[in-house]
Nanobody, 125 residues
Framework: QVQLVESGGGLVQAGGSLRLSCTASGRAFGSYNMGWFRQAPGKEREFVAAIMWDGGMTNYADSVKGRFTISRDNAKNTLYLQMNSLEPEDTAVYYC??????????????????WGQGTQVTVSS
């Protein structure tokens, strides 16, 4: 079992940046493909980005491509999401999750098993 804890959320003005972190317990972190999702009020949880277990490949939602960067440090059991040029539409609770799929790029929530508790990101206009 893996426990995930997100941090780094907060309030930022449009155009600003934030870096989210997701720290995992357990020694299996480096074997998991990982993903970031977000959920805005009244909306379904949506895919943001995914990364292969070794960091070699990444995949992004069109809405964040070119602005967000997913990365990981397996030695520190930590996943990151660097968010630049933030927009009010990025306001949401952000979640990290482990993927049980061999397809590192999967956007299907059902392919993700362990989830963190989420961290709030609020972008003001």
């Amino acid at each position: 079992q893996v426990q995930l804890v997100e941090s780094g959320g907060g309030l930022v003005q449009a155009g600003g940046s934030l870096r989210l972190s997701c720290t995992a317990s357990g020694r299996a972190f480096g074997s998991y493909n990982m993903g970031w999702f977000r959920q805005a009020p009244g909306k379904e949880r949506e895919f943001v980005a995914a990364i292969m277990w070794d960091g070699g490949m990444t995949n992004y939602a069109d809405s964040v491509k070119g602005r967000f960067t997913i990365s990981r440090d397996n030695a520190k059991n930590t996943l990151y999401l660097q968010m630049n040029s933030l927009e009010p539409e990025d306001t949401a609770v952000y979640y990290c999750a482990t993927s049980r799929s061999t397809r590192y790029y999967t956007r299907n929530r059902n392919d993700y098993t362990y989830w963190g508790q989420g961290t709030q990101v609020t972008v003001s206009s």
